[in-house]
C-alpha cells in the first residue's frame, strides 16, 4: 500500500532489447534471392565437381589381392596353413611410370577396427609411456591385460595385440637381374601420434621398462625390438604399430606401409617393368572372411583417389540447375504473392 | 491502512478433527506479542542444510531427472557403458544446478511473501473504536458486489484491560463465507460464535478508527483463500503434446534400440564368432552380448530426448514473461503499472486463446459513472462526448463551480447553460437537483468541514449526488429520520418520512420528505417506461420531448433515468403512512402489501427531466474487442449486471453491433422455455440444421467435442443469468440439469459472434469457462478484476489476466498475467501470445531436428561397425552439443525471433489464426521434423562416408581413421544444423548473429583445446583425440566434405520451401511479402477502427444490482455520530486514523473511490460498507 514515490518507478526502461526492437535483418525466400542463389550453387558445385573428378582421374592407383582365397592365387597355400612367416610373392607389370611419390599401403578388409570394444581396448597411459601402467594395465585392455600367468601386457590391448604383421619386400626385375626397391619407413605416421600421443618411458636401455612385462600374446617380438635396424624406431614409437593403433573408422581400410624412396632410378616414381613383392605371411584374416590387398598409389592436392566427391559435386550441381528451373517455371506460373 | 489489528496468531493445530482448537491469551492494548503456544509457522520448504539433498529428492522425482539418472547407473556398468560418465554427468549437474537454483529463488520469495499474507487473517472481532463495537466494512472484495451492512461483536467481551486467558475452538478451515461456527469458553462459561462476530480476510474497515481481533484463520487457511478455488497447477497445450511426443519418442528409442539389438546378434553369430582372433568375446551367447547392446545404444542414442530440452523451454518462457513485464506499451502511466506476467510457463498458450471470457465491471468499462448529460422539463444540457467517428472530443470549456464551495472540485460538465439556470432559479432545476440531493441512499461523511465524501451504493447514484452537489444542491448529512442539504447555500433540513426503496421489479426508488416549509413531497427516480406509466396525464408533451432527449442519450450509449416529483396531501399522507406502518410490521406477505401501497402513492407524478449518465468504459475497448474478433476469437461477456446494462455496455464496447442480423435473448423462466428460445436462436442462425435436434457431439477418444458449426451473418447472443440456473447442476433448482440443455446452449452460443451472458455469480462464471474448456477443447482466457473473477481466472481458464490497480488486487494475485487497462489484452495476445507460440513452435521443431540428426547418424554408424554401440563423435563432442554448441543460436531465435513487428502484427489480426488452429507444432509437425532429420542423418553419414572411403591425406598418411571421421562427421553435423537454424530464423538481430557465429568459433576453439598437446599431456585418456584437429582440418577434401554435406543438407529445404510459399502460401508468407514491399515505403499508416456509436437501445439504471438500503438508512441500528466531532474524539488511539482522501477528481464517481485522473491515493477509498452476512452472492 506505501506508494512510490516517483510517479513511474515502474516504467519499463525503454531500450531496444525490452521493447523488442532490436534491428534486425529480415531475410525472406524470395524469388529473386533464392533462383540465382539455385543457379550460381549449381554452377559452383559443377565447377568443383569437374575439377575433383579431374584430379581424382588423374592418380594412379594398383591393388593387388593377395588374401589367398582362391586356390590359384600366390598366397593361397600361406593362407591356408598356420606357418609362421610363410613365404609367398606376387608379381605385377606396370607398362607406364607410376607417377611418385609412390605409396606403398596394405588393405584389410571387413575387419571392424571401429569395434567398440576392440577401440577402447588400450591403455592410453601406458601408451604414453606411464610406467605405472605397465606394472598394471588397465581394466579397458582386458582380457589382453595379464597373461595366463599374471603378468602384465605391454602394450596392452586388443588394439596393439592384433597388430598387421605381415611384411613386404619389393623387388623390380631390370632384364634378368633382381633389384631391391628401397622402401621407406620414416615418418608414415601422424606427427602428433608420433611425437606426444605415444612415448616411450624414458629408460635406458627401452628393455629395462619392460622388465617384468611380457609381450602381446600374439606377437612375435617385444615392443622394444620391433626394429632391429634402427633403435629409435622401437617401443610405442614404431611407425608400423603408430600406423596400426590409429584404428580406421570403417571395416575396410587402408594403412600406409612404407613409401617409395624417390632416389635413383625411383626419383620419378615407379618406372615401367616387372615388379614383385615378397610377402612374409603371418596375419589370418580368412576366419572372418577378412580380405588382404596391396595398394600403391600417388596423391594429389585433394589426397588420395577418391572419385566420389567428385560425382556428388557434379550431380548436386546439376540438379540445382534443374531445380533453378522448376521454380522459375513455378514462379512465372503462380507469381505469388498477388496483391488481394 | 485497516485498522484490524491482530495482536496474537495462535496455532491451529488440529486440522484433522473437526473442531480447531485455539487458545488466546489476550494482551493489553498494547502491541506485545504473547505466546502461550507457539505460534511459529514454517513458510519456507527448505532451510540451509536441508536444501540440498531435500531439492535433489524432489528433483530426481522428476521423471526426466530419474531417466538420466537411470542412465548414468548404466554407464557405469563396465559391460553396458557405451560412453564415458562425464557425457551424462556434465549436462545432467548442469540441469539440477539451474532447477536448484530457481527452487532455491521460488521458495526465499514464496517465504517473504507467505510471512506477508499470514498477517492477512480472518479475524474474531473484540472490539473497535465505534459504539456497541460496530465495525463498517466494505466486502467487494469477497464477493464483488458492493454490500452494505452492519455488524456488532459479541457484547460479552468487550474489554479487556487485563491478561485474560481463553480459548476458541471453532470450525476446520473452510470456504463458506456466509456461516461460522465456533465457541468462545472464557472465564468458565461459554460464548457461541457465529459469522456476524468473524471479520474475513478481505474486507476493508471503513468509518471505523479501529477494531482490536483475534486472528483464528491466517495465510492460506482464511475463507477468502479456501474460497479462491484450488489453485490447480496449469500446463500449456505444448506441454501436454510434449508429454505425448516424449513418450512416443521413448517407445521409438526402444525401437531404434531393438533394431539395433537384433541388429547386434545376427552380427554376433555371423561375423564376431569368427572375428575372434582379434576381438576376444567375452560372452559367448550372442543373445546376452545384444542385451547388452541393447542398454549400450540406449545410452548412445538417449539424446533424443535431450536433458536440456526442458531447461531451455523455461528459459525461453521466462524470456518471454520477461518481455511481457518489459513492454513499455503495457505500461499505464496513470497508476503506474506495468503489465506482469505473474506464471511464467504459460507464454505460447497466450498465441492460442480462441476464448476469451470478460469481466465488465471494471474490466471492460472503468466503473466510473460520470453525470454527462441531462433533460430538465423538455431542455437538454450538456455537450456530447463523442464525434461521429467515436473518438472522445476533447473539451475545453469546463464549468467552473467556484461559486459553490462545497462542490467536488474534480466534477466536470460542458454546458453553461445549466449553471446559468441553477444561478437564474429556474424553478425546475432547482426540483431536479433538489430531487438529485434527496432521493437516494448515499451516505455522507465530513471528516473537515467541507470536505465532504459520499459512500453510495451504487456508482450511479453517486454520480447523481456528486453531479447535485457541485450544482448547488449539496447533500451534507443524514440521519434515520432526517436528510440535511445545502441548497444554494443555504442549509435546509428536510424530514425523512419515508424511503421507498429500490427493488428489481420496481426499478424506481422514492422518498418522502417535508422540505423546511413544511411542505410534503415525494421524489421519485426510475427507469424511464416505469416513471413515464406513473405520469400525470398533464405531462404529456413533455414526455415527448424528453423521450426524444432519452433516445438521443441512449444513442450515445449513455445509462438514462427519468425523474419525477409529486406533492403530497397531509391528511392522505397521514393515513398512507399509518397504513405504511402496518404492511411494514404484517406477518404476513409484508413485501406484497408493502408493494401495493408504492403502488398507490407514486403515480400521478410529475415528470421533472431525465439523468444521462455515462458507464464510462475503458480507452480502447471497442478497439481492441475488433482487433480479437478480427483474430478470431471470441469474446464472451460475463458480468453481474442486469441484461439491460449488459446488453448496453455490448453495445458501447462494439460486441454488439446494430448490423448484426440479430441478437438473440435468452431470458426464460423455464427449462422448457430456454431449451425453445435457443432452438429458436439456432433455427433462425441455420434453418437446415434444426431438425437434429438430439444434437450429439462428436466423441473424440472419449472427449465429447463440440465443433464449430459455420453459420452465415453475425449474431450476437444474450443470456441471462437466471437461465444458467438451467445449465449449471450444482444450483439446487427444481429443474434438474438436463445436459442436452448444456449443449444446446454451447452450441447456439458457438454459432454467434458475440456472447454476453448477465446476471452470473461468480460460480457461474467459472461454470461456463468449464463448459466451454469441456467440450471445445479450445484455448480460453478469461479476464476480470474483482474477486467474483477469481473462480474463473484462478481455476477454470486456461489463462487468467487480472486487470490490475482496480477492484483490489484478489484477481491480480490469482492470475497469470496482469495488467492495468483492457486494451493492453490485444497486445498480450497478438504481439506478445503470439510471438511466444510462434518461438516455441519454432524452438521445438528445430531442437527435435538438431538432436534427432545428431541421433540418427549413431544409426547409421552402428551397421557398420558391428552394433558394437561405438559412437561417431567424439565423447567431449557428444557432452558438449546440446550444452554449448548449439543451446545458445537456439535459444537466440527463441528469445528474438518475430515474424513480423508488433505494428504489423496488429494490422494483420489474422495472423493470430494458425496459433488457435496449432498450425505451428503439432505431431505432424514432429513427424516432419524427424524425417527431415533422417534425411541429413543420412547425408550427414553417408557422404563423410564415402567422401573418405580409402582416401588419405595430400602427403599419403591416414585419414579415414576413426578419430579423423568423428571429427569430420561432427563438424558437417554443426555447419549443417547451424545453416538449418539460418533457414529458421527470421528475424537476424546481431545478437544472433554472435550466437551462430560464436557457437561455430567456440567449436573450433574447444576442438582445438581438447585436442591439443597440454591437455592431453595432463589427462592422456580424456583427451585420446590428441591432433586430430590438426591433422585432418588442414585437408582440403575434409573441408569439401563439410560444404557439400551442409548444402545437401538445406537444399531440399529450401526448395521445398520457396515452392510452398508459391504454390500454397500461408497468412505469414503473404504479410511478410507485404512488409518486404512496404520497407521501401514509409511505415503503414495506423489504422483507427471507425466505431460507430449509434444505438437506439437504453437503459435506466442508477441503482445497484442488489436490493437497495433505504432499510438501513431508516433503521435505528444506524448510529452515527456527527461527523466533524469523530475525528478528534479518537486520537489517543494514537495511530494514522482511517483517511478517506475525497473521491475522484474529474467528473466521476467511483464507488471504490478509484480516482480516475491521478494515481491511486494511500488509501483506497470505497463506499460505507457494514458488515454483514453474504448470502446474496450466489443465487
Known amino acids: 500500500m506505501v506508494k512510490q514515490e516517483s510517479e513511474s518507478a515502474n516504467r519499463p526502461d525503454n531500450t531496444a532489447f525490452t521493447q523488442q526492437r532490436l534491428p534486425a535483418w529480415q531475410p525472406i525466400l ?3 534471392i533464392v533462383i540465382p542463389g539455385f543457379v550460381l550453387i549449381g554452377l559452383a558445385f559443377i565447377g568443383i565437381g569437374v575439377a575433383l573428378l579431374v584430379t581424382s ?8 589381392d593377395y588374401t589367398g582365397d582362391s586356390n590359384g592365387s600366390p598366397c593361397s597355400s600361406c593362407s591356408q596353413s598356420d606357418i609362421a612367416n610363410c613365404k609367398c610373392s606376387l608379381n605385377f607389370t606396370l607398362t607406364t611410370l607410376f607417377q611418385g611419390p609412390v605409396f606403398f599401403y596394405y588393405g584389410l578388409s571387413n575387419y571392424f577396427q571401429n569395434y567398440r570394444r576392440y577401440g577402447a581396448s588400450k591403455d592410453d597411459n601406458q601408451l604414453y609411456g606411464d610406467l605405472s601402467s605397465f606394472t598394471s594395465p588397465s581394466s579397458s585392455c582386458s582380457p589382453y591385460n595379464y597373461d595366463s600367468s599374471k603378468k602384465p601386457i605391454v602394450p596392452c590391448g586388443s588394439i596393439a595385440n592384433s597388430m598387421f604383421n605381415d611384411t613386404f619386400t619389393l623387388t623390380r626385375t631390370v632384364s634378368g637381374t633382381t633389384n631391391n626397391v628401397t622402401l621407406d619407413g620414416k615418418g608414415i605416421a601422424w606427427w602428433t601420434d608420433y611425437n606426444i600421443k605415444y612415448r616411450n618411458p624414458s629408460v635406458t636401455p627401452l628393455k629395462n621398462a619392460f622388465n617384468g612385462t611380457v609381450k602381446p600374446i600374439n606377437w612375435a617380438k617385444p615392443a622394444y625390438e620391433l626394429d632391429a635396424s634402427d633403435r629409435s624406431n622401437n617401443g610405442f614409437v614404431n611407425q608400423d604399430f603408430l600406423v596400426w593403433m590409429r584404428r580406421a573408422a570403417l571395416p575396410n581400410f587402408r594403412k600406409l606401409y612404407r613409401r617409395i624412396d624417390a632416389s635413383g632410378d625411383y626419383q620419378k616414381g615407379l618406372p615401367a617393368g616387372n615388379y614383385t613383392i615378397d610377402i612374409t605371411y603371418n596375419y589370418p584374416v580368412r576366419a572372418f572372411n577378412g580380405a588382404k590387398k596391396i595398394v600403391f598409389s600417388n596423391v594429389s592436392w585433394m589426397g588420395g583417389s577418391n572419385e566420389f566427391l567428385g560425382i556428388a559435386y557434379l550431380v548436386i550441381g546439376s540438379l540445382c540447375v534443374v531445380m533453378s528451373v522448376v521454380m522459375l517455371i513455378v514462379y512465372a506460373k503462380f507469381k505469388f504473392p498477388d496483391e488481394e | 491502512m485497516t485498522q484490524i489489528l491482530s495482536f496474537n496468531k495462535l496455532q491451529n493445530f488440529s486440522k484433522v478433527t473437526l473442531l480447531s482448537v485455539l487458545f488466546l491469551n489476550f494482551c493489553h492494548i498494547s502491541f506485545s506479542f504473547c505466546l502461550l503456544q507457539t505460534n511459529a509457522i514454517k513458510t519456507s520448504k527448505y532451510n540451509f542444510f536441508t536444501f540440498l539433498p531435500l531439492n535433489l529428492f524432489e528433483q530426481f522425482q522428476r521423471i526426466a531427472n530419474a531417466y538420466f539418472l537411470f542412465l548414468l547407473v548404466l554407464q557405469v556398468i563396465p559391460q553396458i557403458s557405451s560412453l564415458s560418465w562425464f557425457t551424462t554427468v556434465v549436462p545432467l549437474i548442469l540441469v539440477l544446478t539451474v532447477t536448484a537454483a530457481k527452487d532455491a529463488t521460488d521458495d526465499i520469495v514464496s517465504t517473504f511473501e507467505n510471512v506477508f499474507c499470514f498477517f492477512k487473517a480472518d479475524l474474531l472481532l473484540l472490539s473497535s473504536s465505534e459504539p456497541l463495537n460496530l465495525v463498517y466494512i466494505e466486502t467487494a472484495e469477497l464477493d464483488g458486489f458492493v454490500y452494505f451492512s452492519s455488524f456488532s461483536t459479541s457484547n460479552h467481551i468487550l474489554l479487556f484491560s487485563l491478561p485474560l486467558y481463553a480459548a476458541v475452538r471453532c470450525e476446520p478451515p473452510n470456504n463458506r463465507l456466509d456461516r461460522f461456527t465456533g465457541v468462545l469458553s472464557f472465564a468458565g462459561q461459554k460464548y457461541s460464535l457465529d459469522n456476524e462476530k468473524i471479520l474475513l480476510r478481505g474486507c476493508t474497515l471503513r468509518n471505523t478508527e479501529w477494531c482490536f481481533g483475534l486472528v483464528l484463520f491466517g495465510g492460506p487457511e482464511t475463507k477468502l483463500m479456501q474460497n479462491c478455488g484450488k489453485s490447480t497447477f496449469k500446463r500449456t497445450s505444448i506441454d501436454r503434446l510434449m508429454n505425448i511426443l516424449v513418450l512416443f519418442i521413448f517407445g521409438f528409442l526402444a525401437f531404434m534400440c531393438s533394431v539395433l539389438a537384433i541388429g547386434n546378434y545376427i552380427w554376433e553369430r555371423n561375423e564376431g564368432s569368427q572375428f575372434t582372433v582379434f576381438l576376444p568375446r567375452l560372452e559367448d551367447d550372442p543373445a546376452f552380448s545384444s542385451f547388452l547392446t541393447f542398454w549400450s545404444y540406449v545410452i548412445i542414442l538417449n539424446t533424443v530426448v535431450p536433458i536440456s530440452l526442458y531447461v531451455s523451454v523455461e528459459i525461453i518462457r521466462l524470456g518471454n514473461s520477461f518481455y511481457i513485464d518489459w513492454d513499455r506499451k503495457m505500461y499505464y502511466a496513470r497508476n503506474d503499472t506495468p503489465a506482469e506476467a505473474r506464471t511464467t510457463t504459460l507464454n505460447e498458450e497466450l498465441g492460442q486463446i480462441k476464448y476469451v471470457f470478460s469481466d465488465k465491471t471494471g474490466t471492460l468499462t472503468q466503473n466510473i459513472m460520470i453525470f454527462n448529460k441531462c433533460t430538465i422539463n423538455g431542455k437538454c444540457y450538456g455537450k456530447n462526448v463523442y464525434d461521429y467517428t467515436g473518438q472522445r472530443l476533447e473539451m475545453n470549456e469546463v464549468i467552473d463551480f467556484s461559486f459553490n464551495p462545497l462542490a467536488d472540485s474534480r466534477f466536470v460538465f460542458h454546458d453553461h447553460s445549466l449553471v446559468e439556470a441553477v444561478k437564474l432559479e429556474n424553478t425546475e432545476v432547482h426540483a431536479f437537483f433538489r430531487l438529485l440531493a434527496l432521493c437516494h441512499t448515499v451516505m455522507a461523511e465530513e471528516k473537515k468541514e467541507g470536505e465532504l465524501f459520499y459512500q453510495a451504493q451504487s456508482p450511479d447514484e453517486g454520480a447523481l449526488v ?12 443524514r440521519t434515520p429520520d432526517s436528510i440535511s442539504i445545502v441548497e444554494m447555500g443555504k442549509q435546509c433540513n428536510y424530514e425523512l418520512l419515508a424511503i421507498l426503496d429500490f427493488n428489481n421489479v420496481r426499478k424506481r426508488m422514492s422518498v418522502i420528505v417535508r422540505s423546511p416549509e413544511g411542505k410534503l413531497s415525494l421524489y421519485c427516480k426510475g427507469a424511464d417506461t416505469i416513471i413515464y406509466e406513473r405520469l400525470h396525464q398533464s405531462c404529456s408533451k413533455l414526455m415527448d420531448v424528453t423521450t426524444e432527449h432519452l433516445n438521443e442519450f441512449a444513442g450515445d450509449g449513455l445509462r438514462t433515468l427519468a425523474l419525477a416529483y409529486k406533492d403530497l396531501d397531509e391528511e392522505y399522507f397521514n393515513q398512507w403512512i399509518q397504513r405504511h406502518h402496518e404492511a411494514n410490521t404484517a406477518l404476513e406477505d409484508r413485501e406484497g402489501k408493502l408493494d401495493q ?24 475497448v471497442p478497439q481492441t474487442i475488433e482487433q480479437l474478433s478480427k483474430a478470431d476469437i471470441k469474446i464472451w461477456v460475463l458480468t453481474g449486471d442486469k441484461q439491460e446494462t449488459a446488453e448496453n455496455i455490448g453495445y458501447s464496447c462494439n460486441l454488439l453491433r446494430e448490423e448484426m442480423n440479430d441478437v438473440f435473448i435468452i431470458s426464460g423462466n423455464s427449462l422448457e422455455d430456454v431449451q425453445q428460445e435457443l432452438r ?29 458449426e459455420v453459420v452465415n451473418g453475425e449474431y450476437g447472443l444474450v443470456i441471462n443469468g437466471h437461465t444458467h440456473l438451467f445449465l449449471t447442476p450444482s444450483v439446487p433448482q427444481a429443474y434438474a440439469l438436463e445436459h442436452s440443455l448444456e449443449l444446446e446452449f454451447l452450441r447456439t452460443a458457438c454459432m454467434c459472434k458475440a456472447v454476453i451472458c448477465c446476471r452470473v455469480t461468480p460460480l457461474q462464471k467459472a461454470q461456463v469457462v468449464e463448459l466451454v474448456k469441456k467440450y471445445k477443447k479450445a484455448v480460453t482466457l478469461a479476464i476480470g478484476d474483482g474477486a467474483n473473477d477469481v473462480s474463473m481466472i484462478k481455476g477454470t481458464a486456461h489463462i487468467g489476466v487480472g486487470i490490475s490497480g482496480q477492484e483490489g488486487m484478489q484477481a491480480v494475485l490469482s492470475s497469470d498475467y496482469s495488467f492495468a487497462q483492457f486494451r493492453f489484452l490485444q497486445r498480450l495476445l497478438l504481439v506478445h501470445g503470439r510471438w511466444s507460440y510462434l518461438r516455441m513452435c519454432k524452438f521445438l521443431r528445430y531442437f527435435f531436428y538438431k538432436n534427432f540428426t545428431f541421433t540418427f547418424v549413431h544409426f547409421w554408424f552402428a551397421f557398420f561397425c558391428g552394433f558394437s554401440a561405438q559412437t561417431v563423435y567424439d565423447e567431449w563432442f557428444i557432452t558438449l552439443y546440446n550444452l554449448m554448441y548449439t543451446a545458445l543460436p537456439v535459444l537466440g531465435m527463441s528469445l528474438f525471433d518475430q515474424d513480423v513487428n508488433d505494428v504489423w502484427s496488429f494490422q494483420h489480426p489474422q495472423l493470430y489464426v494458425p496459433g488457435q488452429l496449432n498450425l505451428y507444432f503439432s505431431k505432424k509437425s514432429f513427424f516432419k521434423c524427424a524425417l527431415h532429420s533422417c534425411y541429413s542423418s543420412l547425408v550427414l553419414f553417408f557422404i563423410p562416408y564415402a567422401a573418405m572411403y580409402d582416401t588419405v591425406r595430400d602427403d599419403g598418411k591416414d585419414i579415414a581413421d576413426y578419430q579423423s571421421f568423428a571429427l569430420l562427421t561432427q563438424t558437417c553435423l554443426l555447419f549443417a544444423v547451424s545453416i538449418q537454424l539460418g533457414f529458421e530464423m527470421s528475424y537476424w538481430t546481431a545478437v544472433n548473429t554472435f550466437f551462430v557465429l560464436g557457437s561455430l568459433a567456440m567449436y573450433f576453439a574447444v576442438t582445438f583445446t581438447m585436442y591439443s598437446n597440454g591437455m592431453f599431456t595432463i589427462l592422456p585418456s580424456a583427451f585420446p583425440f590428441i591432433g586430430t ?33 508459391q504454390l500454397c502460401p500461408t497468412i505469414n508468407d503473404k504479410v511478410m511479402f507485404k512488409v518486404r514491399q512496404a520497407k521501401a515505403t514509409p511505415a503503414p499508416p495506423t489504422r483507427r477502427a471507425r466505431i460507430r456509436r449509434t444505438s437506439s437501445r437504453r437503459s435506466g439504471y442508477a441503482f445497484s444490482h442488489a436490493q437497495g438500503y433505504g432499510d438501513l438508512v431508516t433503521s435505528g441500528r444506524f448510529l452515527r455520530r456527527p461527523a466533524l466531532t469523530r475525528s478528534s474524539g479518537f486520537t489517543h488511539a494514537g495511530r494514522t486514523t482511517t483517511s478517506f482522501s475525497p473521491m475522484g477528481r474529474s467528473a466521476g464517481y467511483s464507488p471504490t473511490g478509484r480516482p480516475q485522473n491521478n494515481k491511486v491515493p494511500d488509501v483506497e477509498v470505497t463506499s460505507l460498507q457494514m458488515y454483514r452476512t453474504i448470502t446474496d452472492s450466489a443465487p
Do not use: H
Open chain 1, 30 to 32: 524470395s524469388a529473386g
Open chain 1, 57 to 64: 582421374r588423374s592418380i594412379q592407383v594398383l591393388e593387388l
Open chain 2, 466 to 477: 456528486t453531479a447535485a452537489r457541485n450544482f448547488g444542491f449539496v447533500f451534507r448529512s
Open chain 2, 597 to 620: 401501497l408504492y403502488e398507490e402513492i407514486e403515480k400521478d407524478l410529475l415528470l421533472l427531466g431525465a439523468t444521462a449518465i455515462e458507464d464510462k468504459l475503458q480507452d480502447g
Open chain 2, 680 to 708: 429458436n436462436a439456432r433455427t433462425s442462425m441455420k434453418p437446415d440444421a434444426a431438425e437434429n435436434s438430439e444434437f450429439l457431439p462428436e466423441m473424440d477418444k472419449g472427449v465429447k467435442v463440440v465443433t464449430d
Open chain 2, 1029 to 1061: 584437429a590438426r591433422n585432418s582440418l588442414n585437408q582440403p577434401n575434409v573441408w569439401l566434405t563439410i560444404f557439400l554435406t551442409s548444402i545437401l543438407c538445406v537444399l531440399p529445404v529450401i526448395t521445398n520451401r520457396f515452392l510452398m510459399i
